[in-house]
């Protein structure tokens, strides 16, 4: 019983929070931005997995400046590898996402006939997806329920405390049990926000957080 009692007051204190951080944010992430523009799976896919360790604005960039003249898996995949390494190059790690994103293109033409999966199990087969990348495409792509966690999320959640874990997979497996699932579409793009702005990985902003209250860091960082 006493577990039971523990696990719904945490539930109520996680529902807390994300109301409180999505009365806090008003910045759109790149994949929102992206989503936007276009509602397509194949672009938040490719977007997602150039957006690996790159700062939103260069991805949001870049990613308009590919799809111009690669508006699909058919055309990517048939792409040449310099031209499009000649395009991504401003990402981090452009060689290997170049790889990867033709790759992928590739696979969807040949398996998928140029439509994006819409399941973990198919879109974790792609290379270059892992299941933060297949939760993006799921959310931002197809209006799926699912809860990518990305370093901001894992982050977050940690801090605040709302989770104890590891790993981002454990971290999305306690959110999903912390979260109804109506409330999964928000929780990447409100955390990711949030840890963009405010929850900073290096010297967060207590002082203005409007979870502070709520965060077992702040609460350690003032005791």
Known sequence: ????????????????????????????????????????PFRILISTILSARTRDQVTEKVSDMLFSKYPDADSLAKANFSSVAKIVRPVNFYKGKTKKIIGASKLIVSKYRGVVPRTYEELLELPGVGRKTAGCVLVYGYKVSAIPVDVHVHRISNRIGLVKTKKPEDTE?????????????????????????????????????????LCNYYAAKVN
Request: charged share 25%; proline share 4%; glycine share 2%.
């Open 1 to 40: 019983m006493t577990q039971q009692v523990s696990s719904q007051a945490n539930s109520v204190r996680a529902r807390k929070v994300l109301a409180l951080i999505e009365n806090s944010v008003s910045n759109k992430t790149a994949l929102a931005n992206i989503r936007d523009k276009a509602e397509d």
């Open 173 to 213: 497996i306690a959110l999903r049990e912390l979260y109804d699932e109506k409330d999964w579409l928000a929780v990447n793009e409100l955390f990711v926000s949030f840890g963009q702005t405010i929850c900073l990985p290096v010297n967060p902003r207590c002082e203005i957080c409007p979870v502070n209250f």
